[in-house]
């Protein structure tokens, strides 16, 4: 069955501190692949997506995400994070042909202390 | 984006009863979705809410337990019916654009007692 794999659960992090959210799925085609982040209290948004093209993605706020094929991993990344950067931080897969099932890893909370 | 809302935004019910959910969108939609997210874990897809026609529903979900309309291209409703503690969970809709990129409502907190 398809699945996405996020390695980490619980990150804690101090402000300025690099990030990497780890991020693997089991699908052999072709895939859409997404970060969503919810921060507290509100909604799920959409951090930043990739569906074909340049494998680095960059998103909002400064975060960015690289697709390696081979490793089917599509791991997220900021340089320096902010307190603000709090939130939980969840990856989707849409396999094609997968009739828009979006497949979601089971999130990353992040906690960034000042 | 489109601009998506739901209510109730939250709300705690008896066992046994039921609620319906509600999803309005700001522009018609082709695709709409309904997700859970249980306490604590990530989300899962109940339903691909079809216009026009019956919803399709992923493994474990049934249309009796989970009733959705679709009327028009804009609105959707879930029920959640006969509930029980263990069909407390946040519920979500969402939609997706033309580029295949799924948007999602606030949610819907639910308390079953």
């Known amino acids: 069955a398809q699945s996405v794999s996020q390695h980490n659960h619980h990150v804690i992090l101090s402000e300025a501190a690099s990030l990497e959210l780890g991020c693997n799925y089991s699908?052999?085609?072709?895939?859409?692949l997404f970060w969503y982040v919810q921060y507290p209290g509100q909604h799920l948004q959409l951090l930043l997506k990739?569906?074909?093209?340049?494998?680095l993605v960059k998103g909002i706020k400064g975060f960015e995400a690289e697709f390696i094929k081979s490793k089917f991993s599509f791991n997220l990344r900021k340089p320096s994070v902010q307190w603000s950067d709090t939130a939980e931080y969840f990856c989707?897969?849409?396999?094609?042909?997968?009739?828009?099932?979006?497949?979601f890893g089971a999130g990353t909370r992040l906690a960034v202390h000042p | 984006s489109a601009v998506i809302s739901q209510k109730p935004s939250r709300d705690i019910c008896q066992r046994g009863t039921s609620l319906t959910i509600q999803c309005q969108v700001d522009?018609?939609?082709?695709?709409m979705f309904w997700y859970r997210q249980q306490p604590g874990q990530s989300l899962t897809l109940i339903a691909t809410?079809?216009?026009?026609?019956?919803?399709?529903?992923e493994s474990g979900f049934v249309i009796d337990k989970f009733p959705i309309s679709r009327p028009n291209l804009t609105f959707s409703t879930l029920t959640v019916s006969n509930m029980s503690p263990e069909d407390s969970s946040i519920y979500l809709c969402?939609?997706?654009?033309?580029?295949?990129?799924?948007?999602f409502g606030p949610g819907t907190r639910l308390l079953v007692l």
């Open positions: 969402s939609v997706e654009d033309r580029g295949e990129t799924q948007y």
């Open positions: 699908y052999g085609g072709t895939v859409n």
């Open positions: 990739y569906f074909s093209g340049d494998p």
């Open positions: 989707a897969v849409l396999p094609s042909g997968g009739y828009n099932k979006l497949i």
């Open positions: 522009s018609q939609v082709t695709m």
């Open positions: 809410a079809n216009q026009g026609s019956e919803a399709t529903y």
